[in-house]
């Protein structure tokens, strides 16, 4: 099931990136529109103040090693080690992604390997491979930030995630995971219309279930995560699909997307099914911080 998920997933990438690029940029992430959500600005703008915004809130303000978990293109992975100075790694399923985030790093000077960089230069120092989070290719304790925005909900196995996570965490290093998730449910559970909203968001996203941050925090505790912190950003995150739905509707976003094929069009035409979620807060944006 895992391999059918991951290839589910890989095609869904490999599909769409090309397009998202296109019409958002190198970002394939949420923006952050101000803490209740209320700010009004440019979309792509918004996608980097949600970095910043996160940086602050897990008050990170250094890191040497980075690994980017879900890296897309490498745009958190190339804003980050361009910022901190440091070496970063990203990794994804989808080949297509990888290649596209090389081609970024070799325009941008900071491409790992590179033969015309000296190896002297701090910039040359990111690396994008296809690799599977539940069994990352990585040494134990590898690096001292480990980044994961929004690929949580793709993992099939939320413990084996924050394991891996854990594993490759040095002592002392920073974890950050910022995910979709559900409401929590400790008060009251899920109804059948609230499950059947979610299946229809798996079905379009690949997804293969989502938890609440409650269940997450649980999980990292039990991982051996320390200094646990959590944070519900929903309402500052909430605006950014009124924005995507509206930039699907040009003339450009229309002929990107019947060039990308099916899976490419379904989850377009089912945008409104995070809005809703969003409004009727069975959707939640879900930040969690942690030390080993």
């Not at 890191?63 to 901190?84: M, R």
Request: net charge negative; with cysteine; hydrophobic share 40%.
């Amino acid at each position: 099931m895992t391999s059918t998920l991951n290839q589910q997933i890989q095609q869904f990438y490999d599909a769409s990136s090309s397009l998202w690029e296109q019409i958002w940029g190198e970002h394939m992430h949420h923006g952050f529109y101000g803490a209740n959500g209320t700010e009004k600005k440019d979309r792509r703008q918004a996608q980097i103040d949600l970095i910043e915004e996160l940086l602050c809130w897990a008050d990170i303000q250094q890191a040497t090693q980075i690994l980017d978990v879900g890296c897309g293109i490498g745009g958190s992975t190339l804003y980050l080690a361009d910022k901190f100075k440091a070496k970063a790694t990203g990794m994804t399923l989808s080949p297509v992604q990888v290649n596209r985030a090389w081609e970024r790093a070799w325009a941008a000077g900071m491409a790992a390997h590179q033969p015309d960089v000296c190896a002297g230069d701090r910039r040359a120092s990111t690396q994008f491979q296809v690799a599977d989070a539940l069994a990352m290719p990585f040494p134990d304790q590898s690096f001292d930030l480990v980044w994961s925005l929004e690929s949580g909900e793709h993992m099939p196995d939320k413990r084996k995630f924050l394991q891996e996570c854990y594993r490759v965490l040095q002592p002392g290093g920073t974890f950050l995971l910022v995910t979709w998730c559900h409401r929590p449910t400790d008060e009251q559970p899920l109804s059948v219309d609230e499950h059947k909203h979610l299946e229809e968001i798996y079905r379009v996203y690949c997804l293969p279930h989502v938890i609440s941050l409650p269940e997450y925090a649980a999980i990292a505790q039990s991982c051996g995560f320390q200094s646990i912190r959590t944070a519900d950003w929903s309402a500052a995150v909430a605006p950014f699909w009124d924005v995507v739905i509206d930039s699907a509707l040009t003339p450009a976003a229309m002929v990107g997307l019947l060039r990308s094929g099916w899976t490419t069009i379904q989850a377009a035409l089912s945008l409104g099914l995070m809005r809703r979620g969003y409004r009727r807060g069975l959707i939640r944006f879900g930040l969690l911080c942690a030390t080993r």
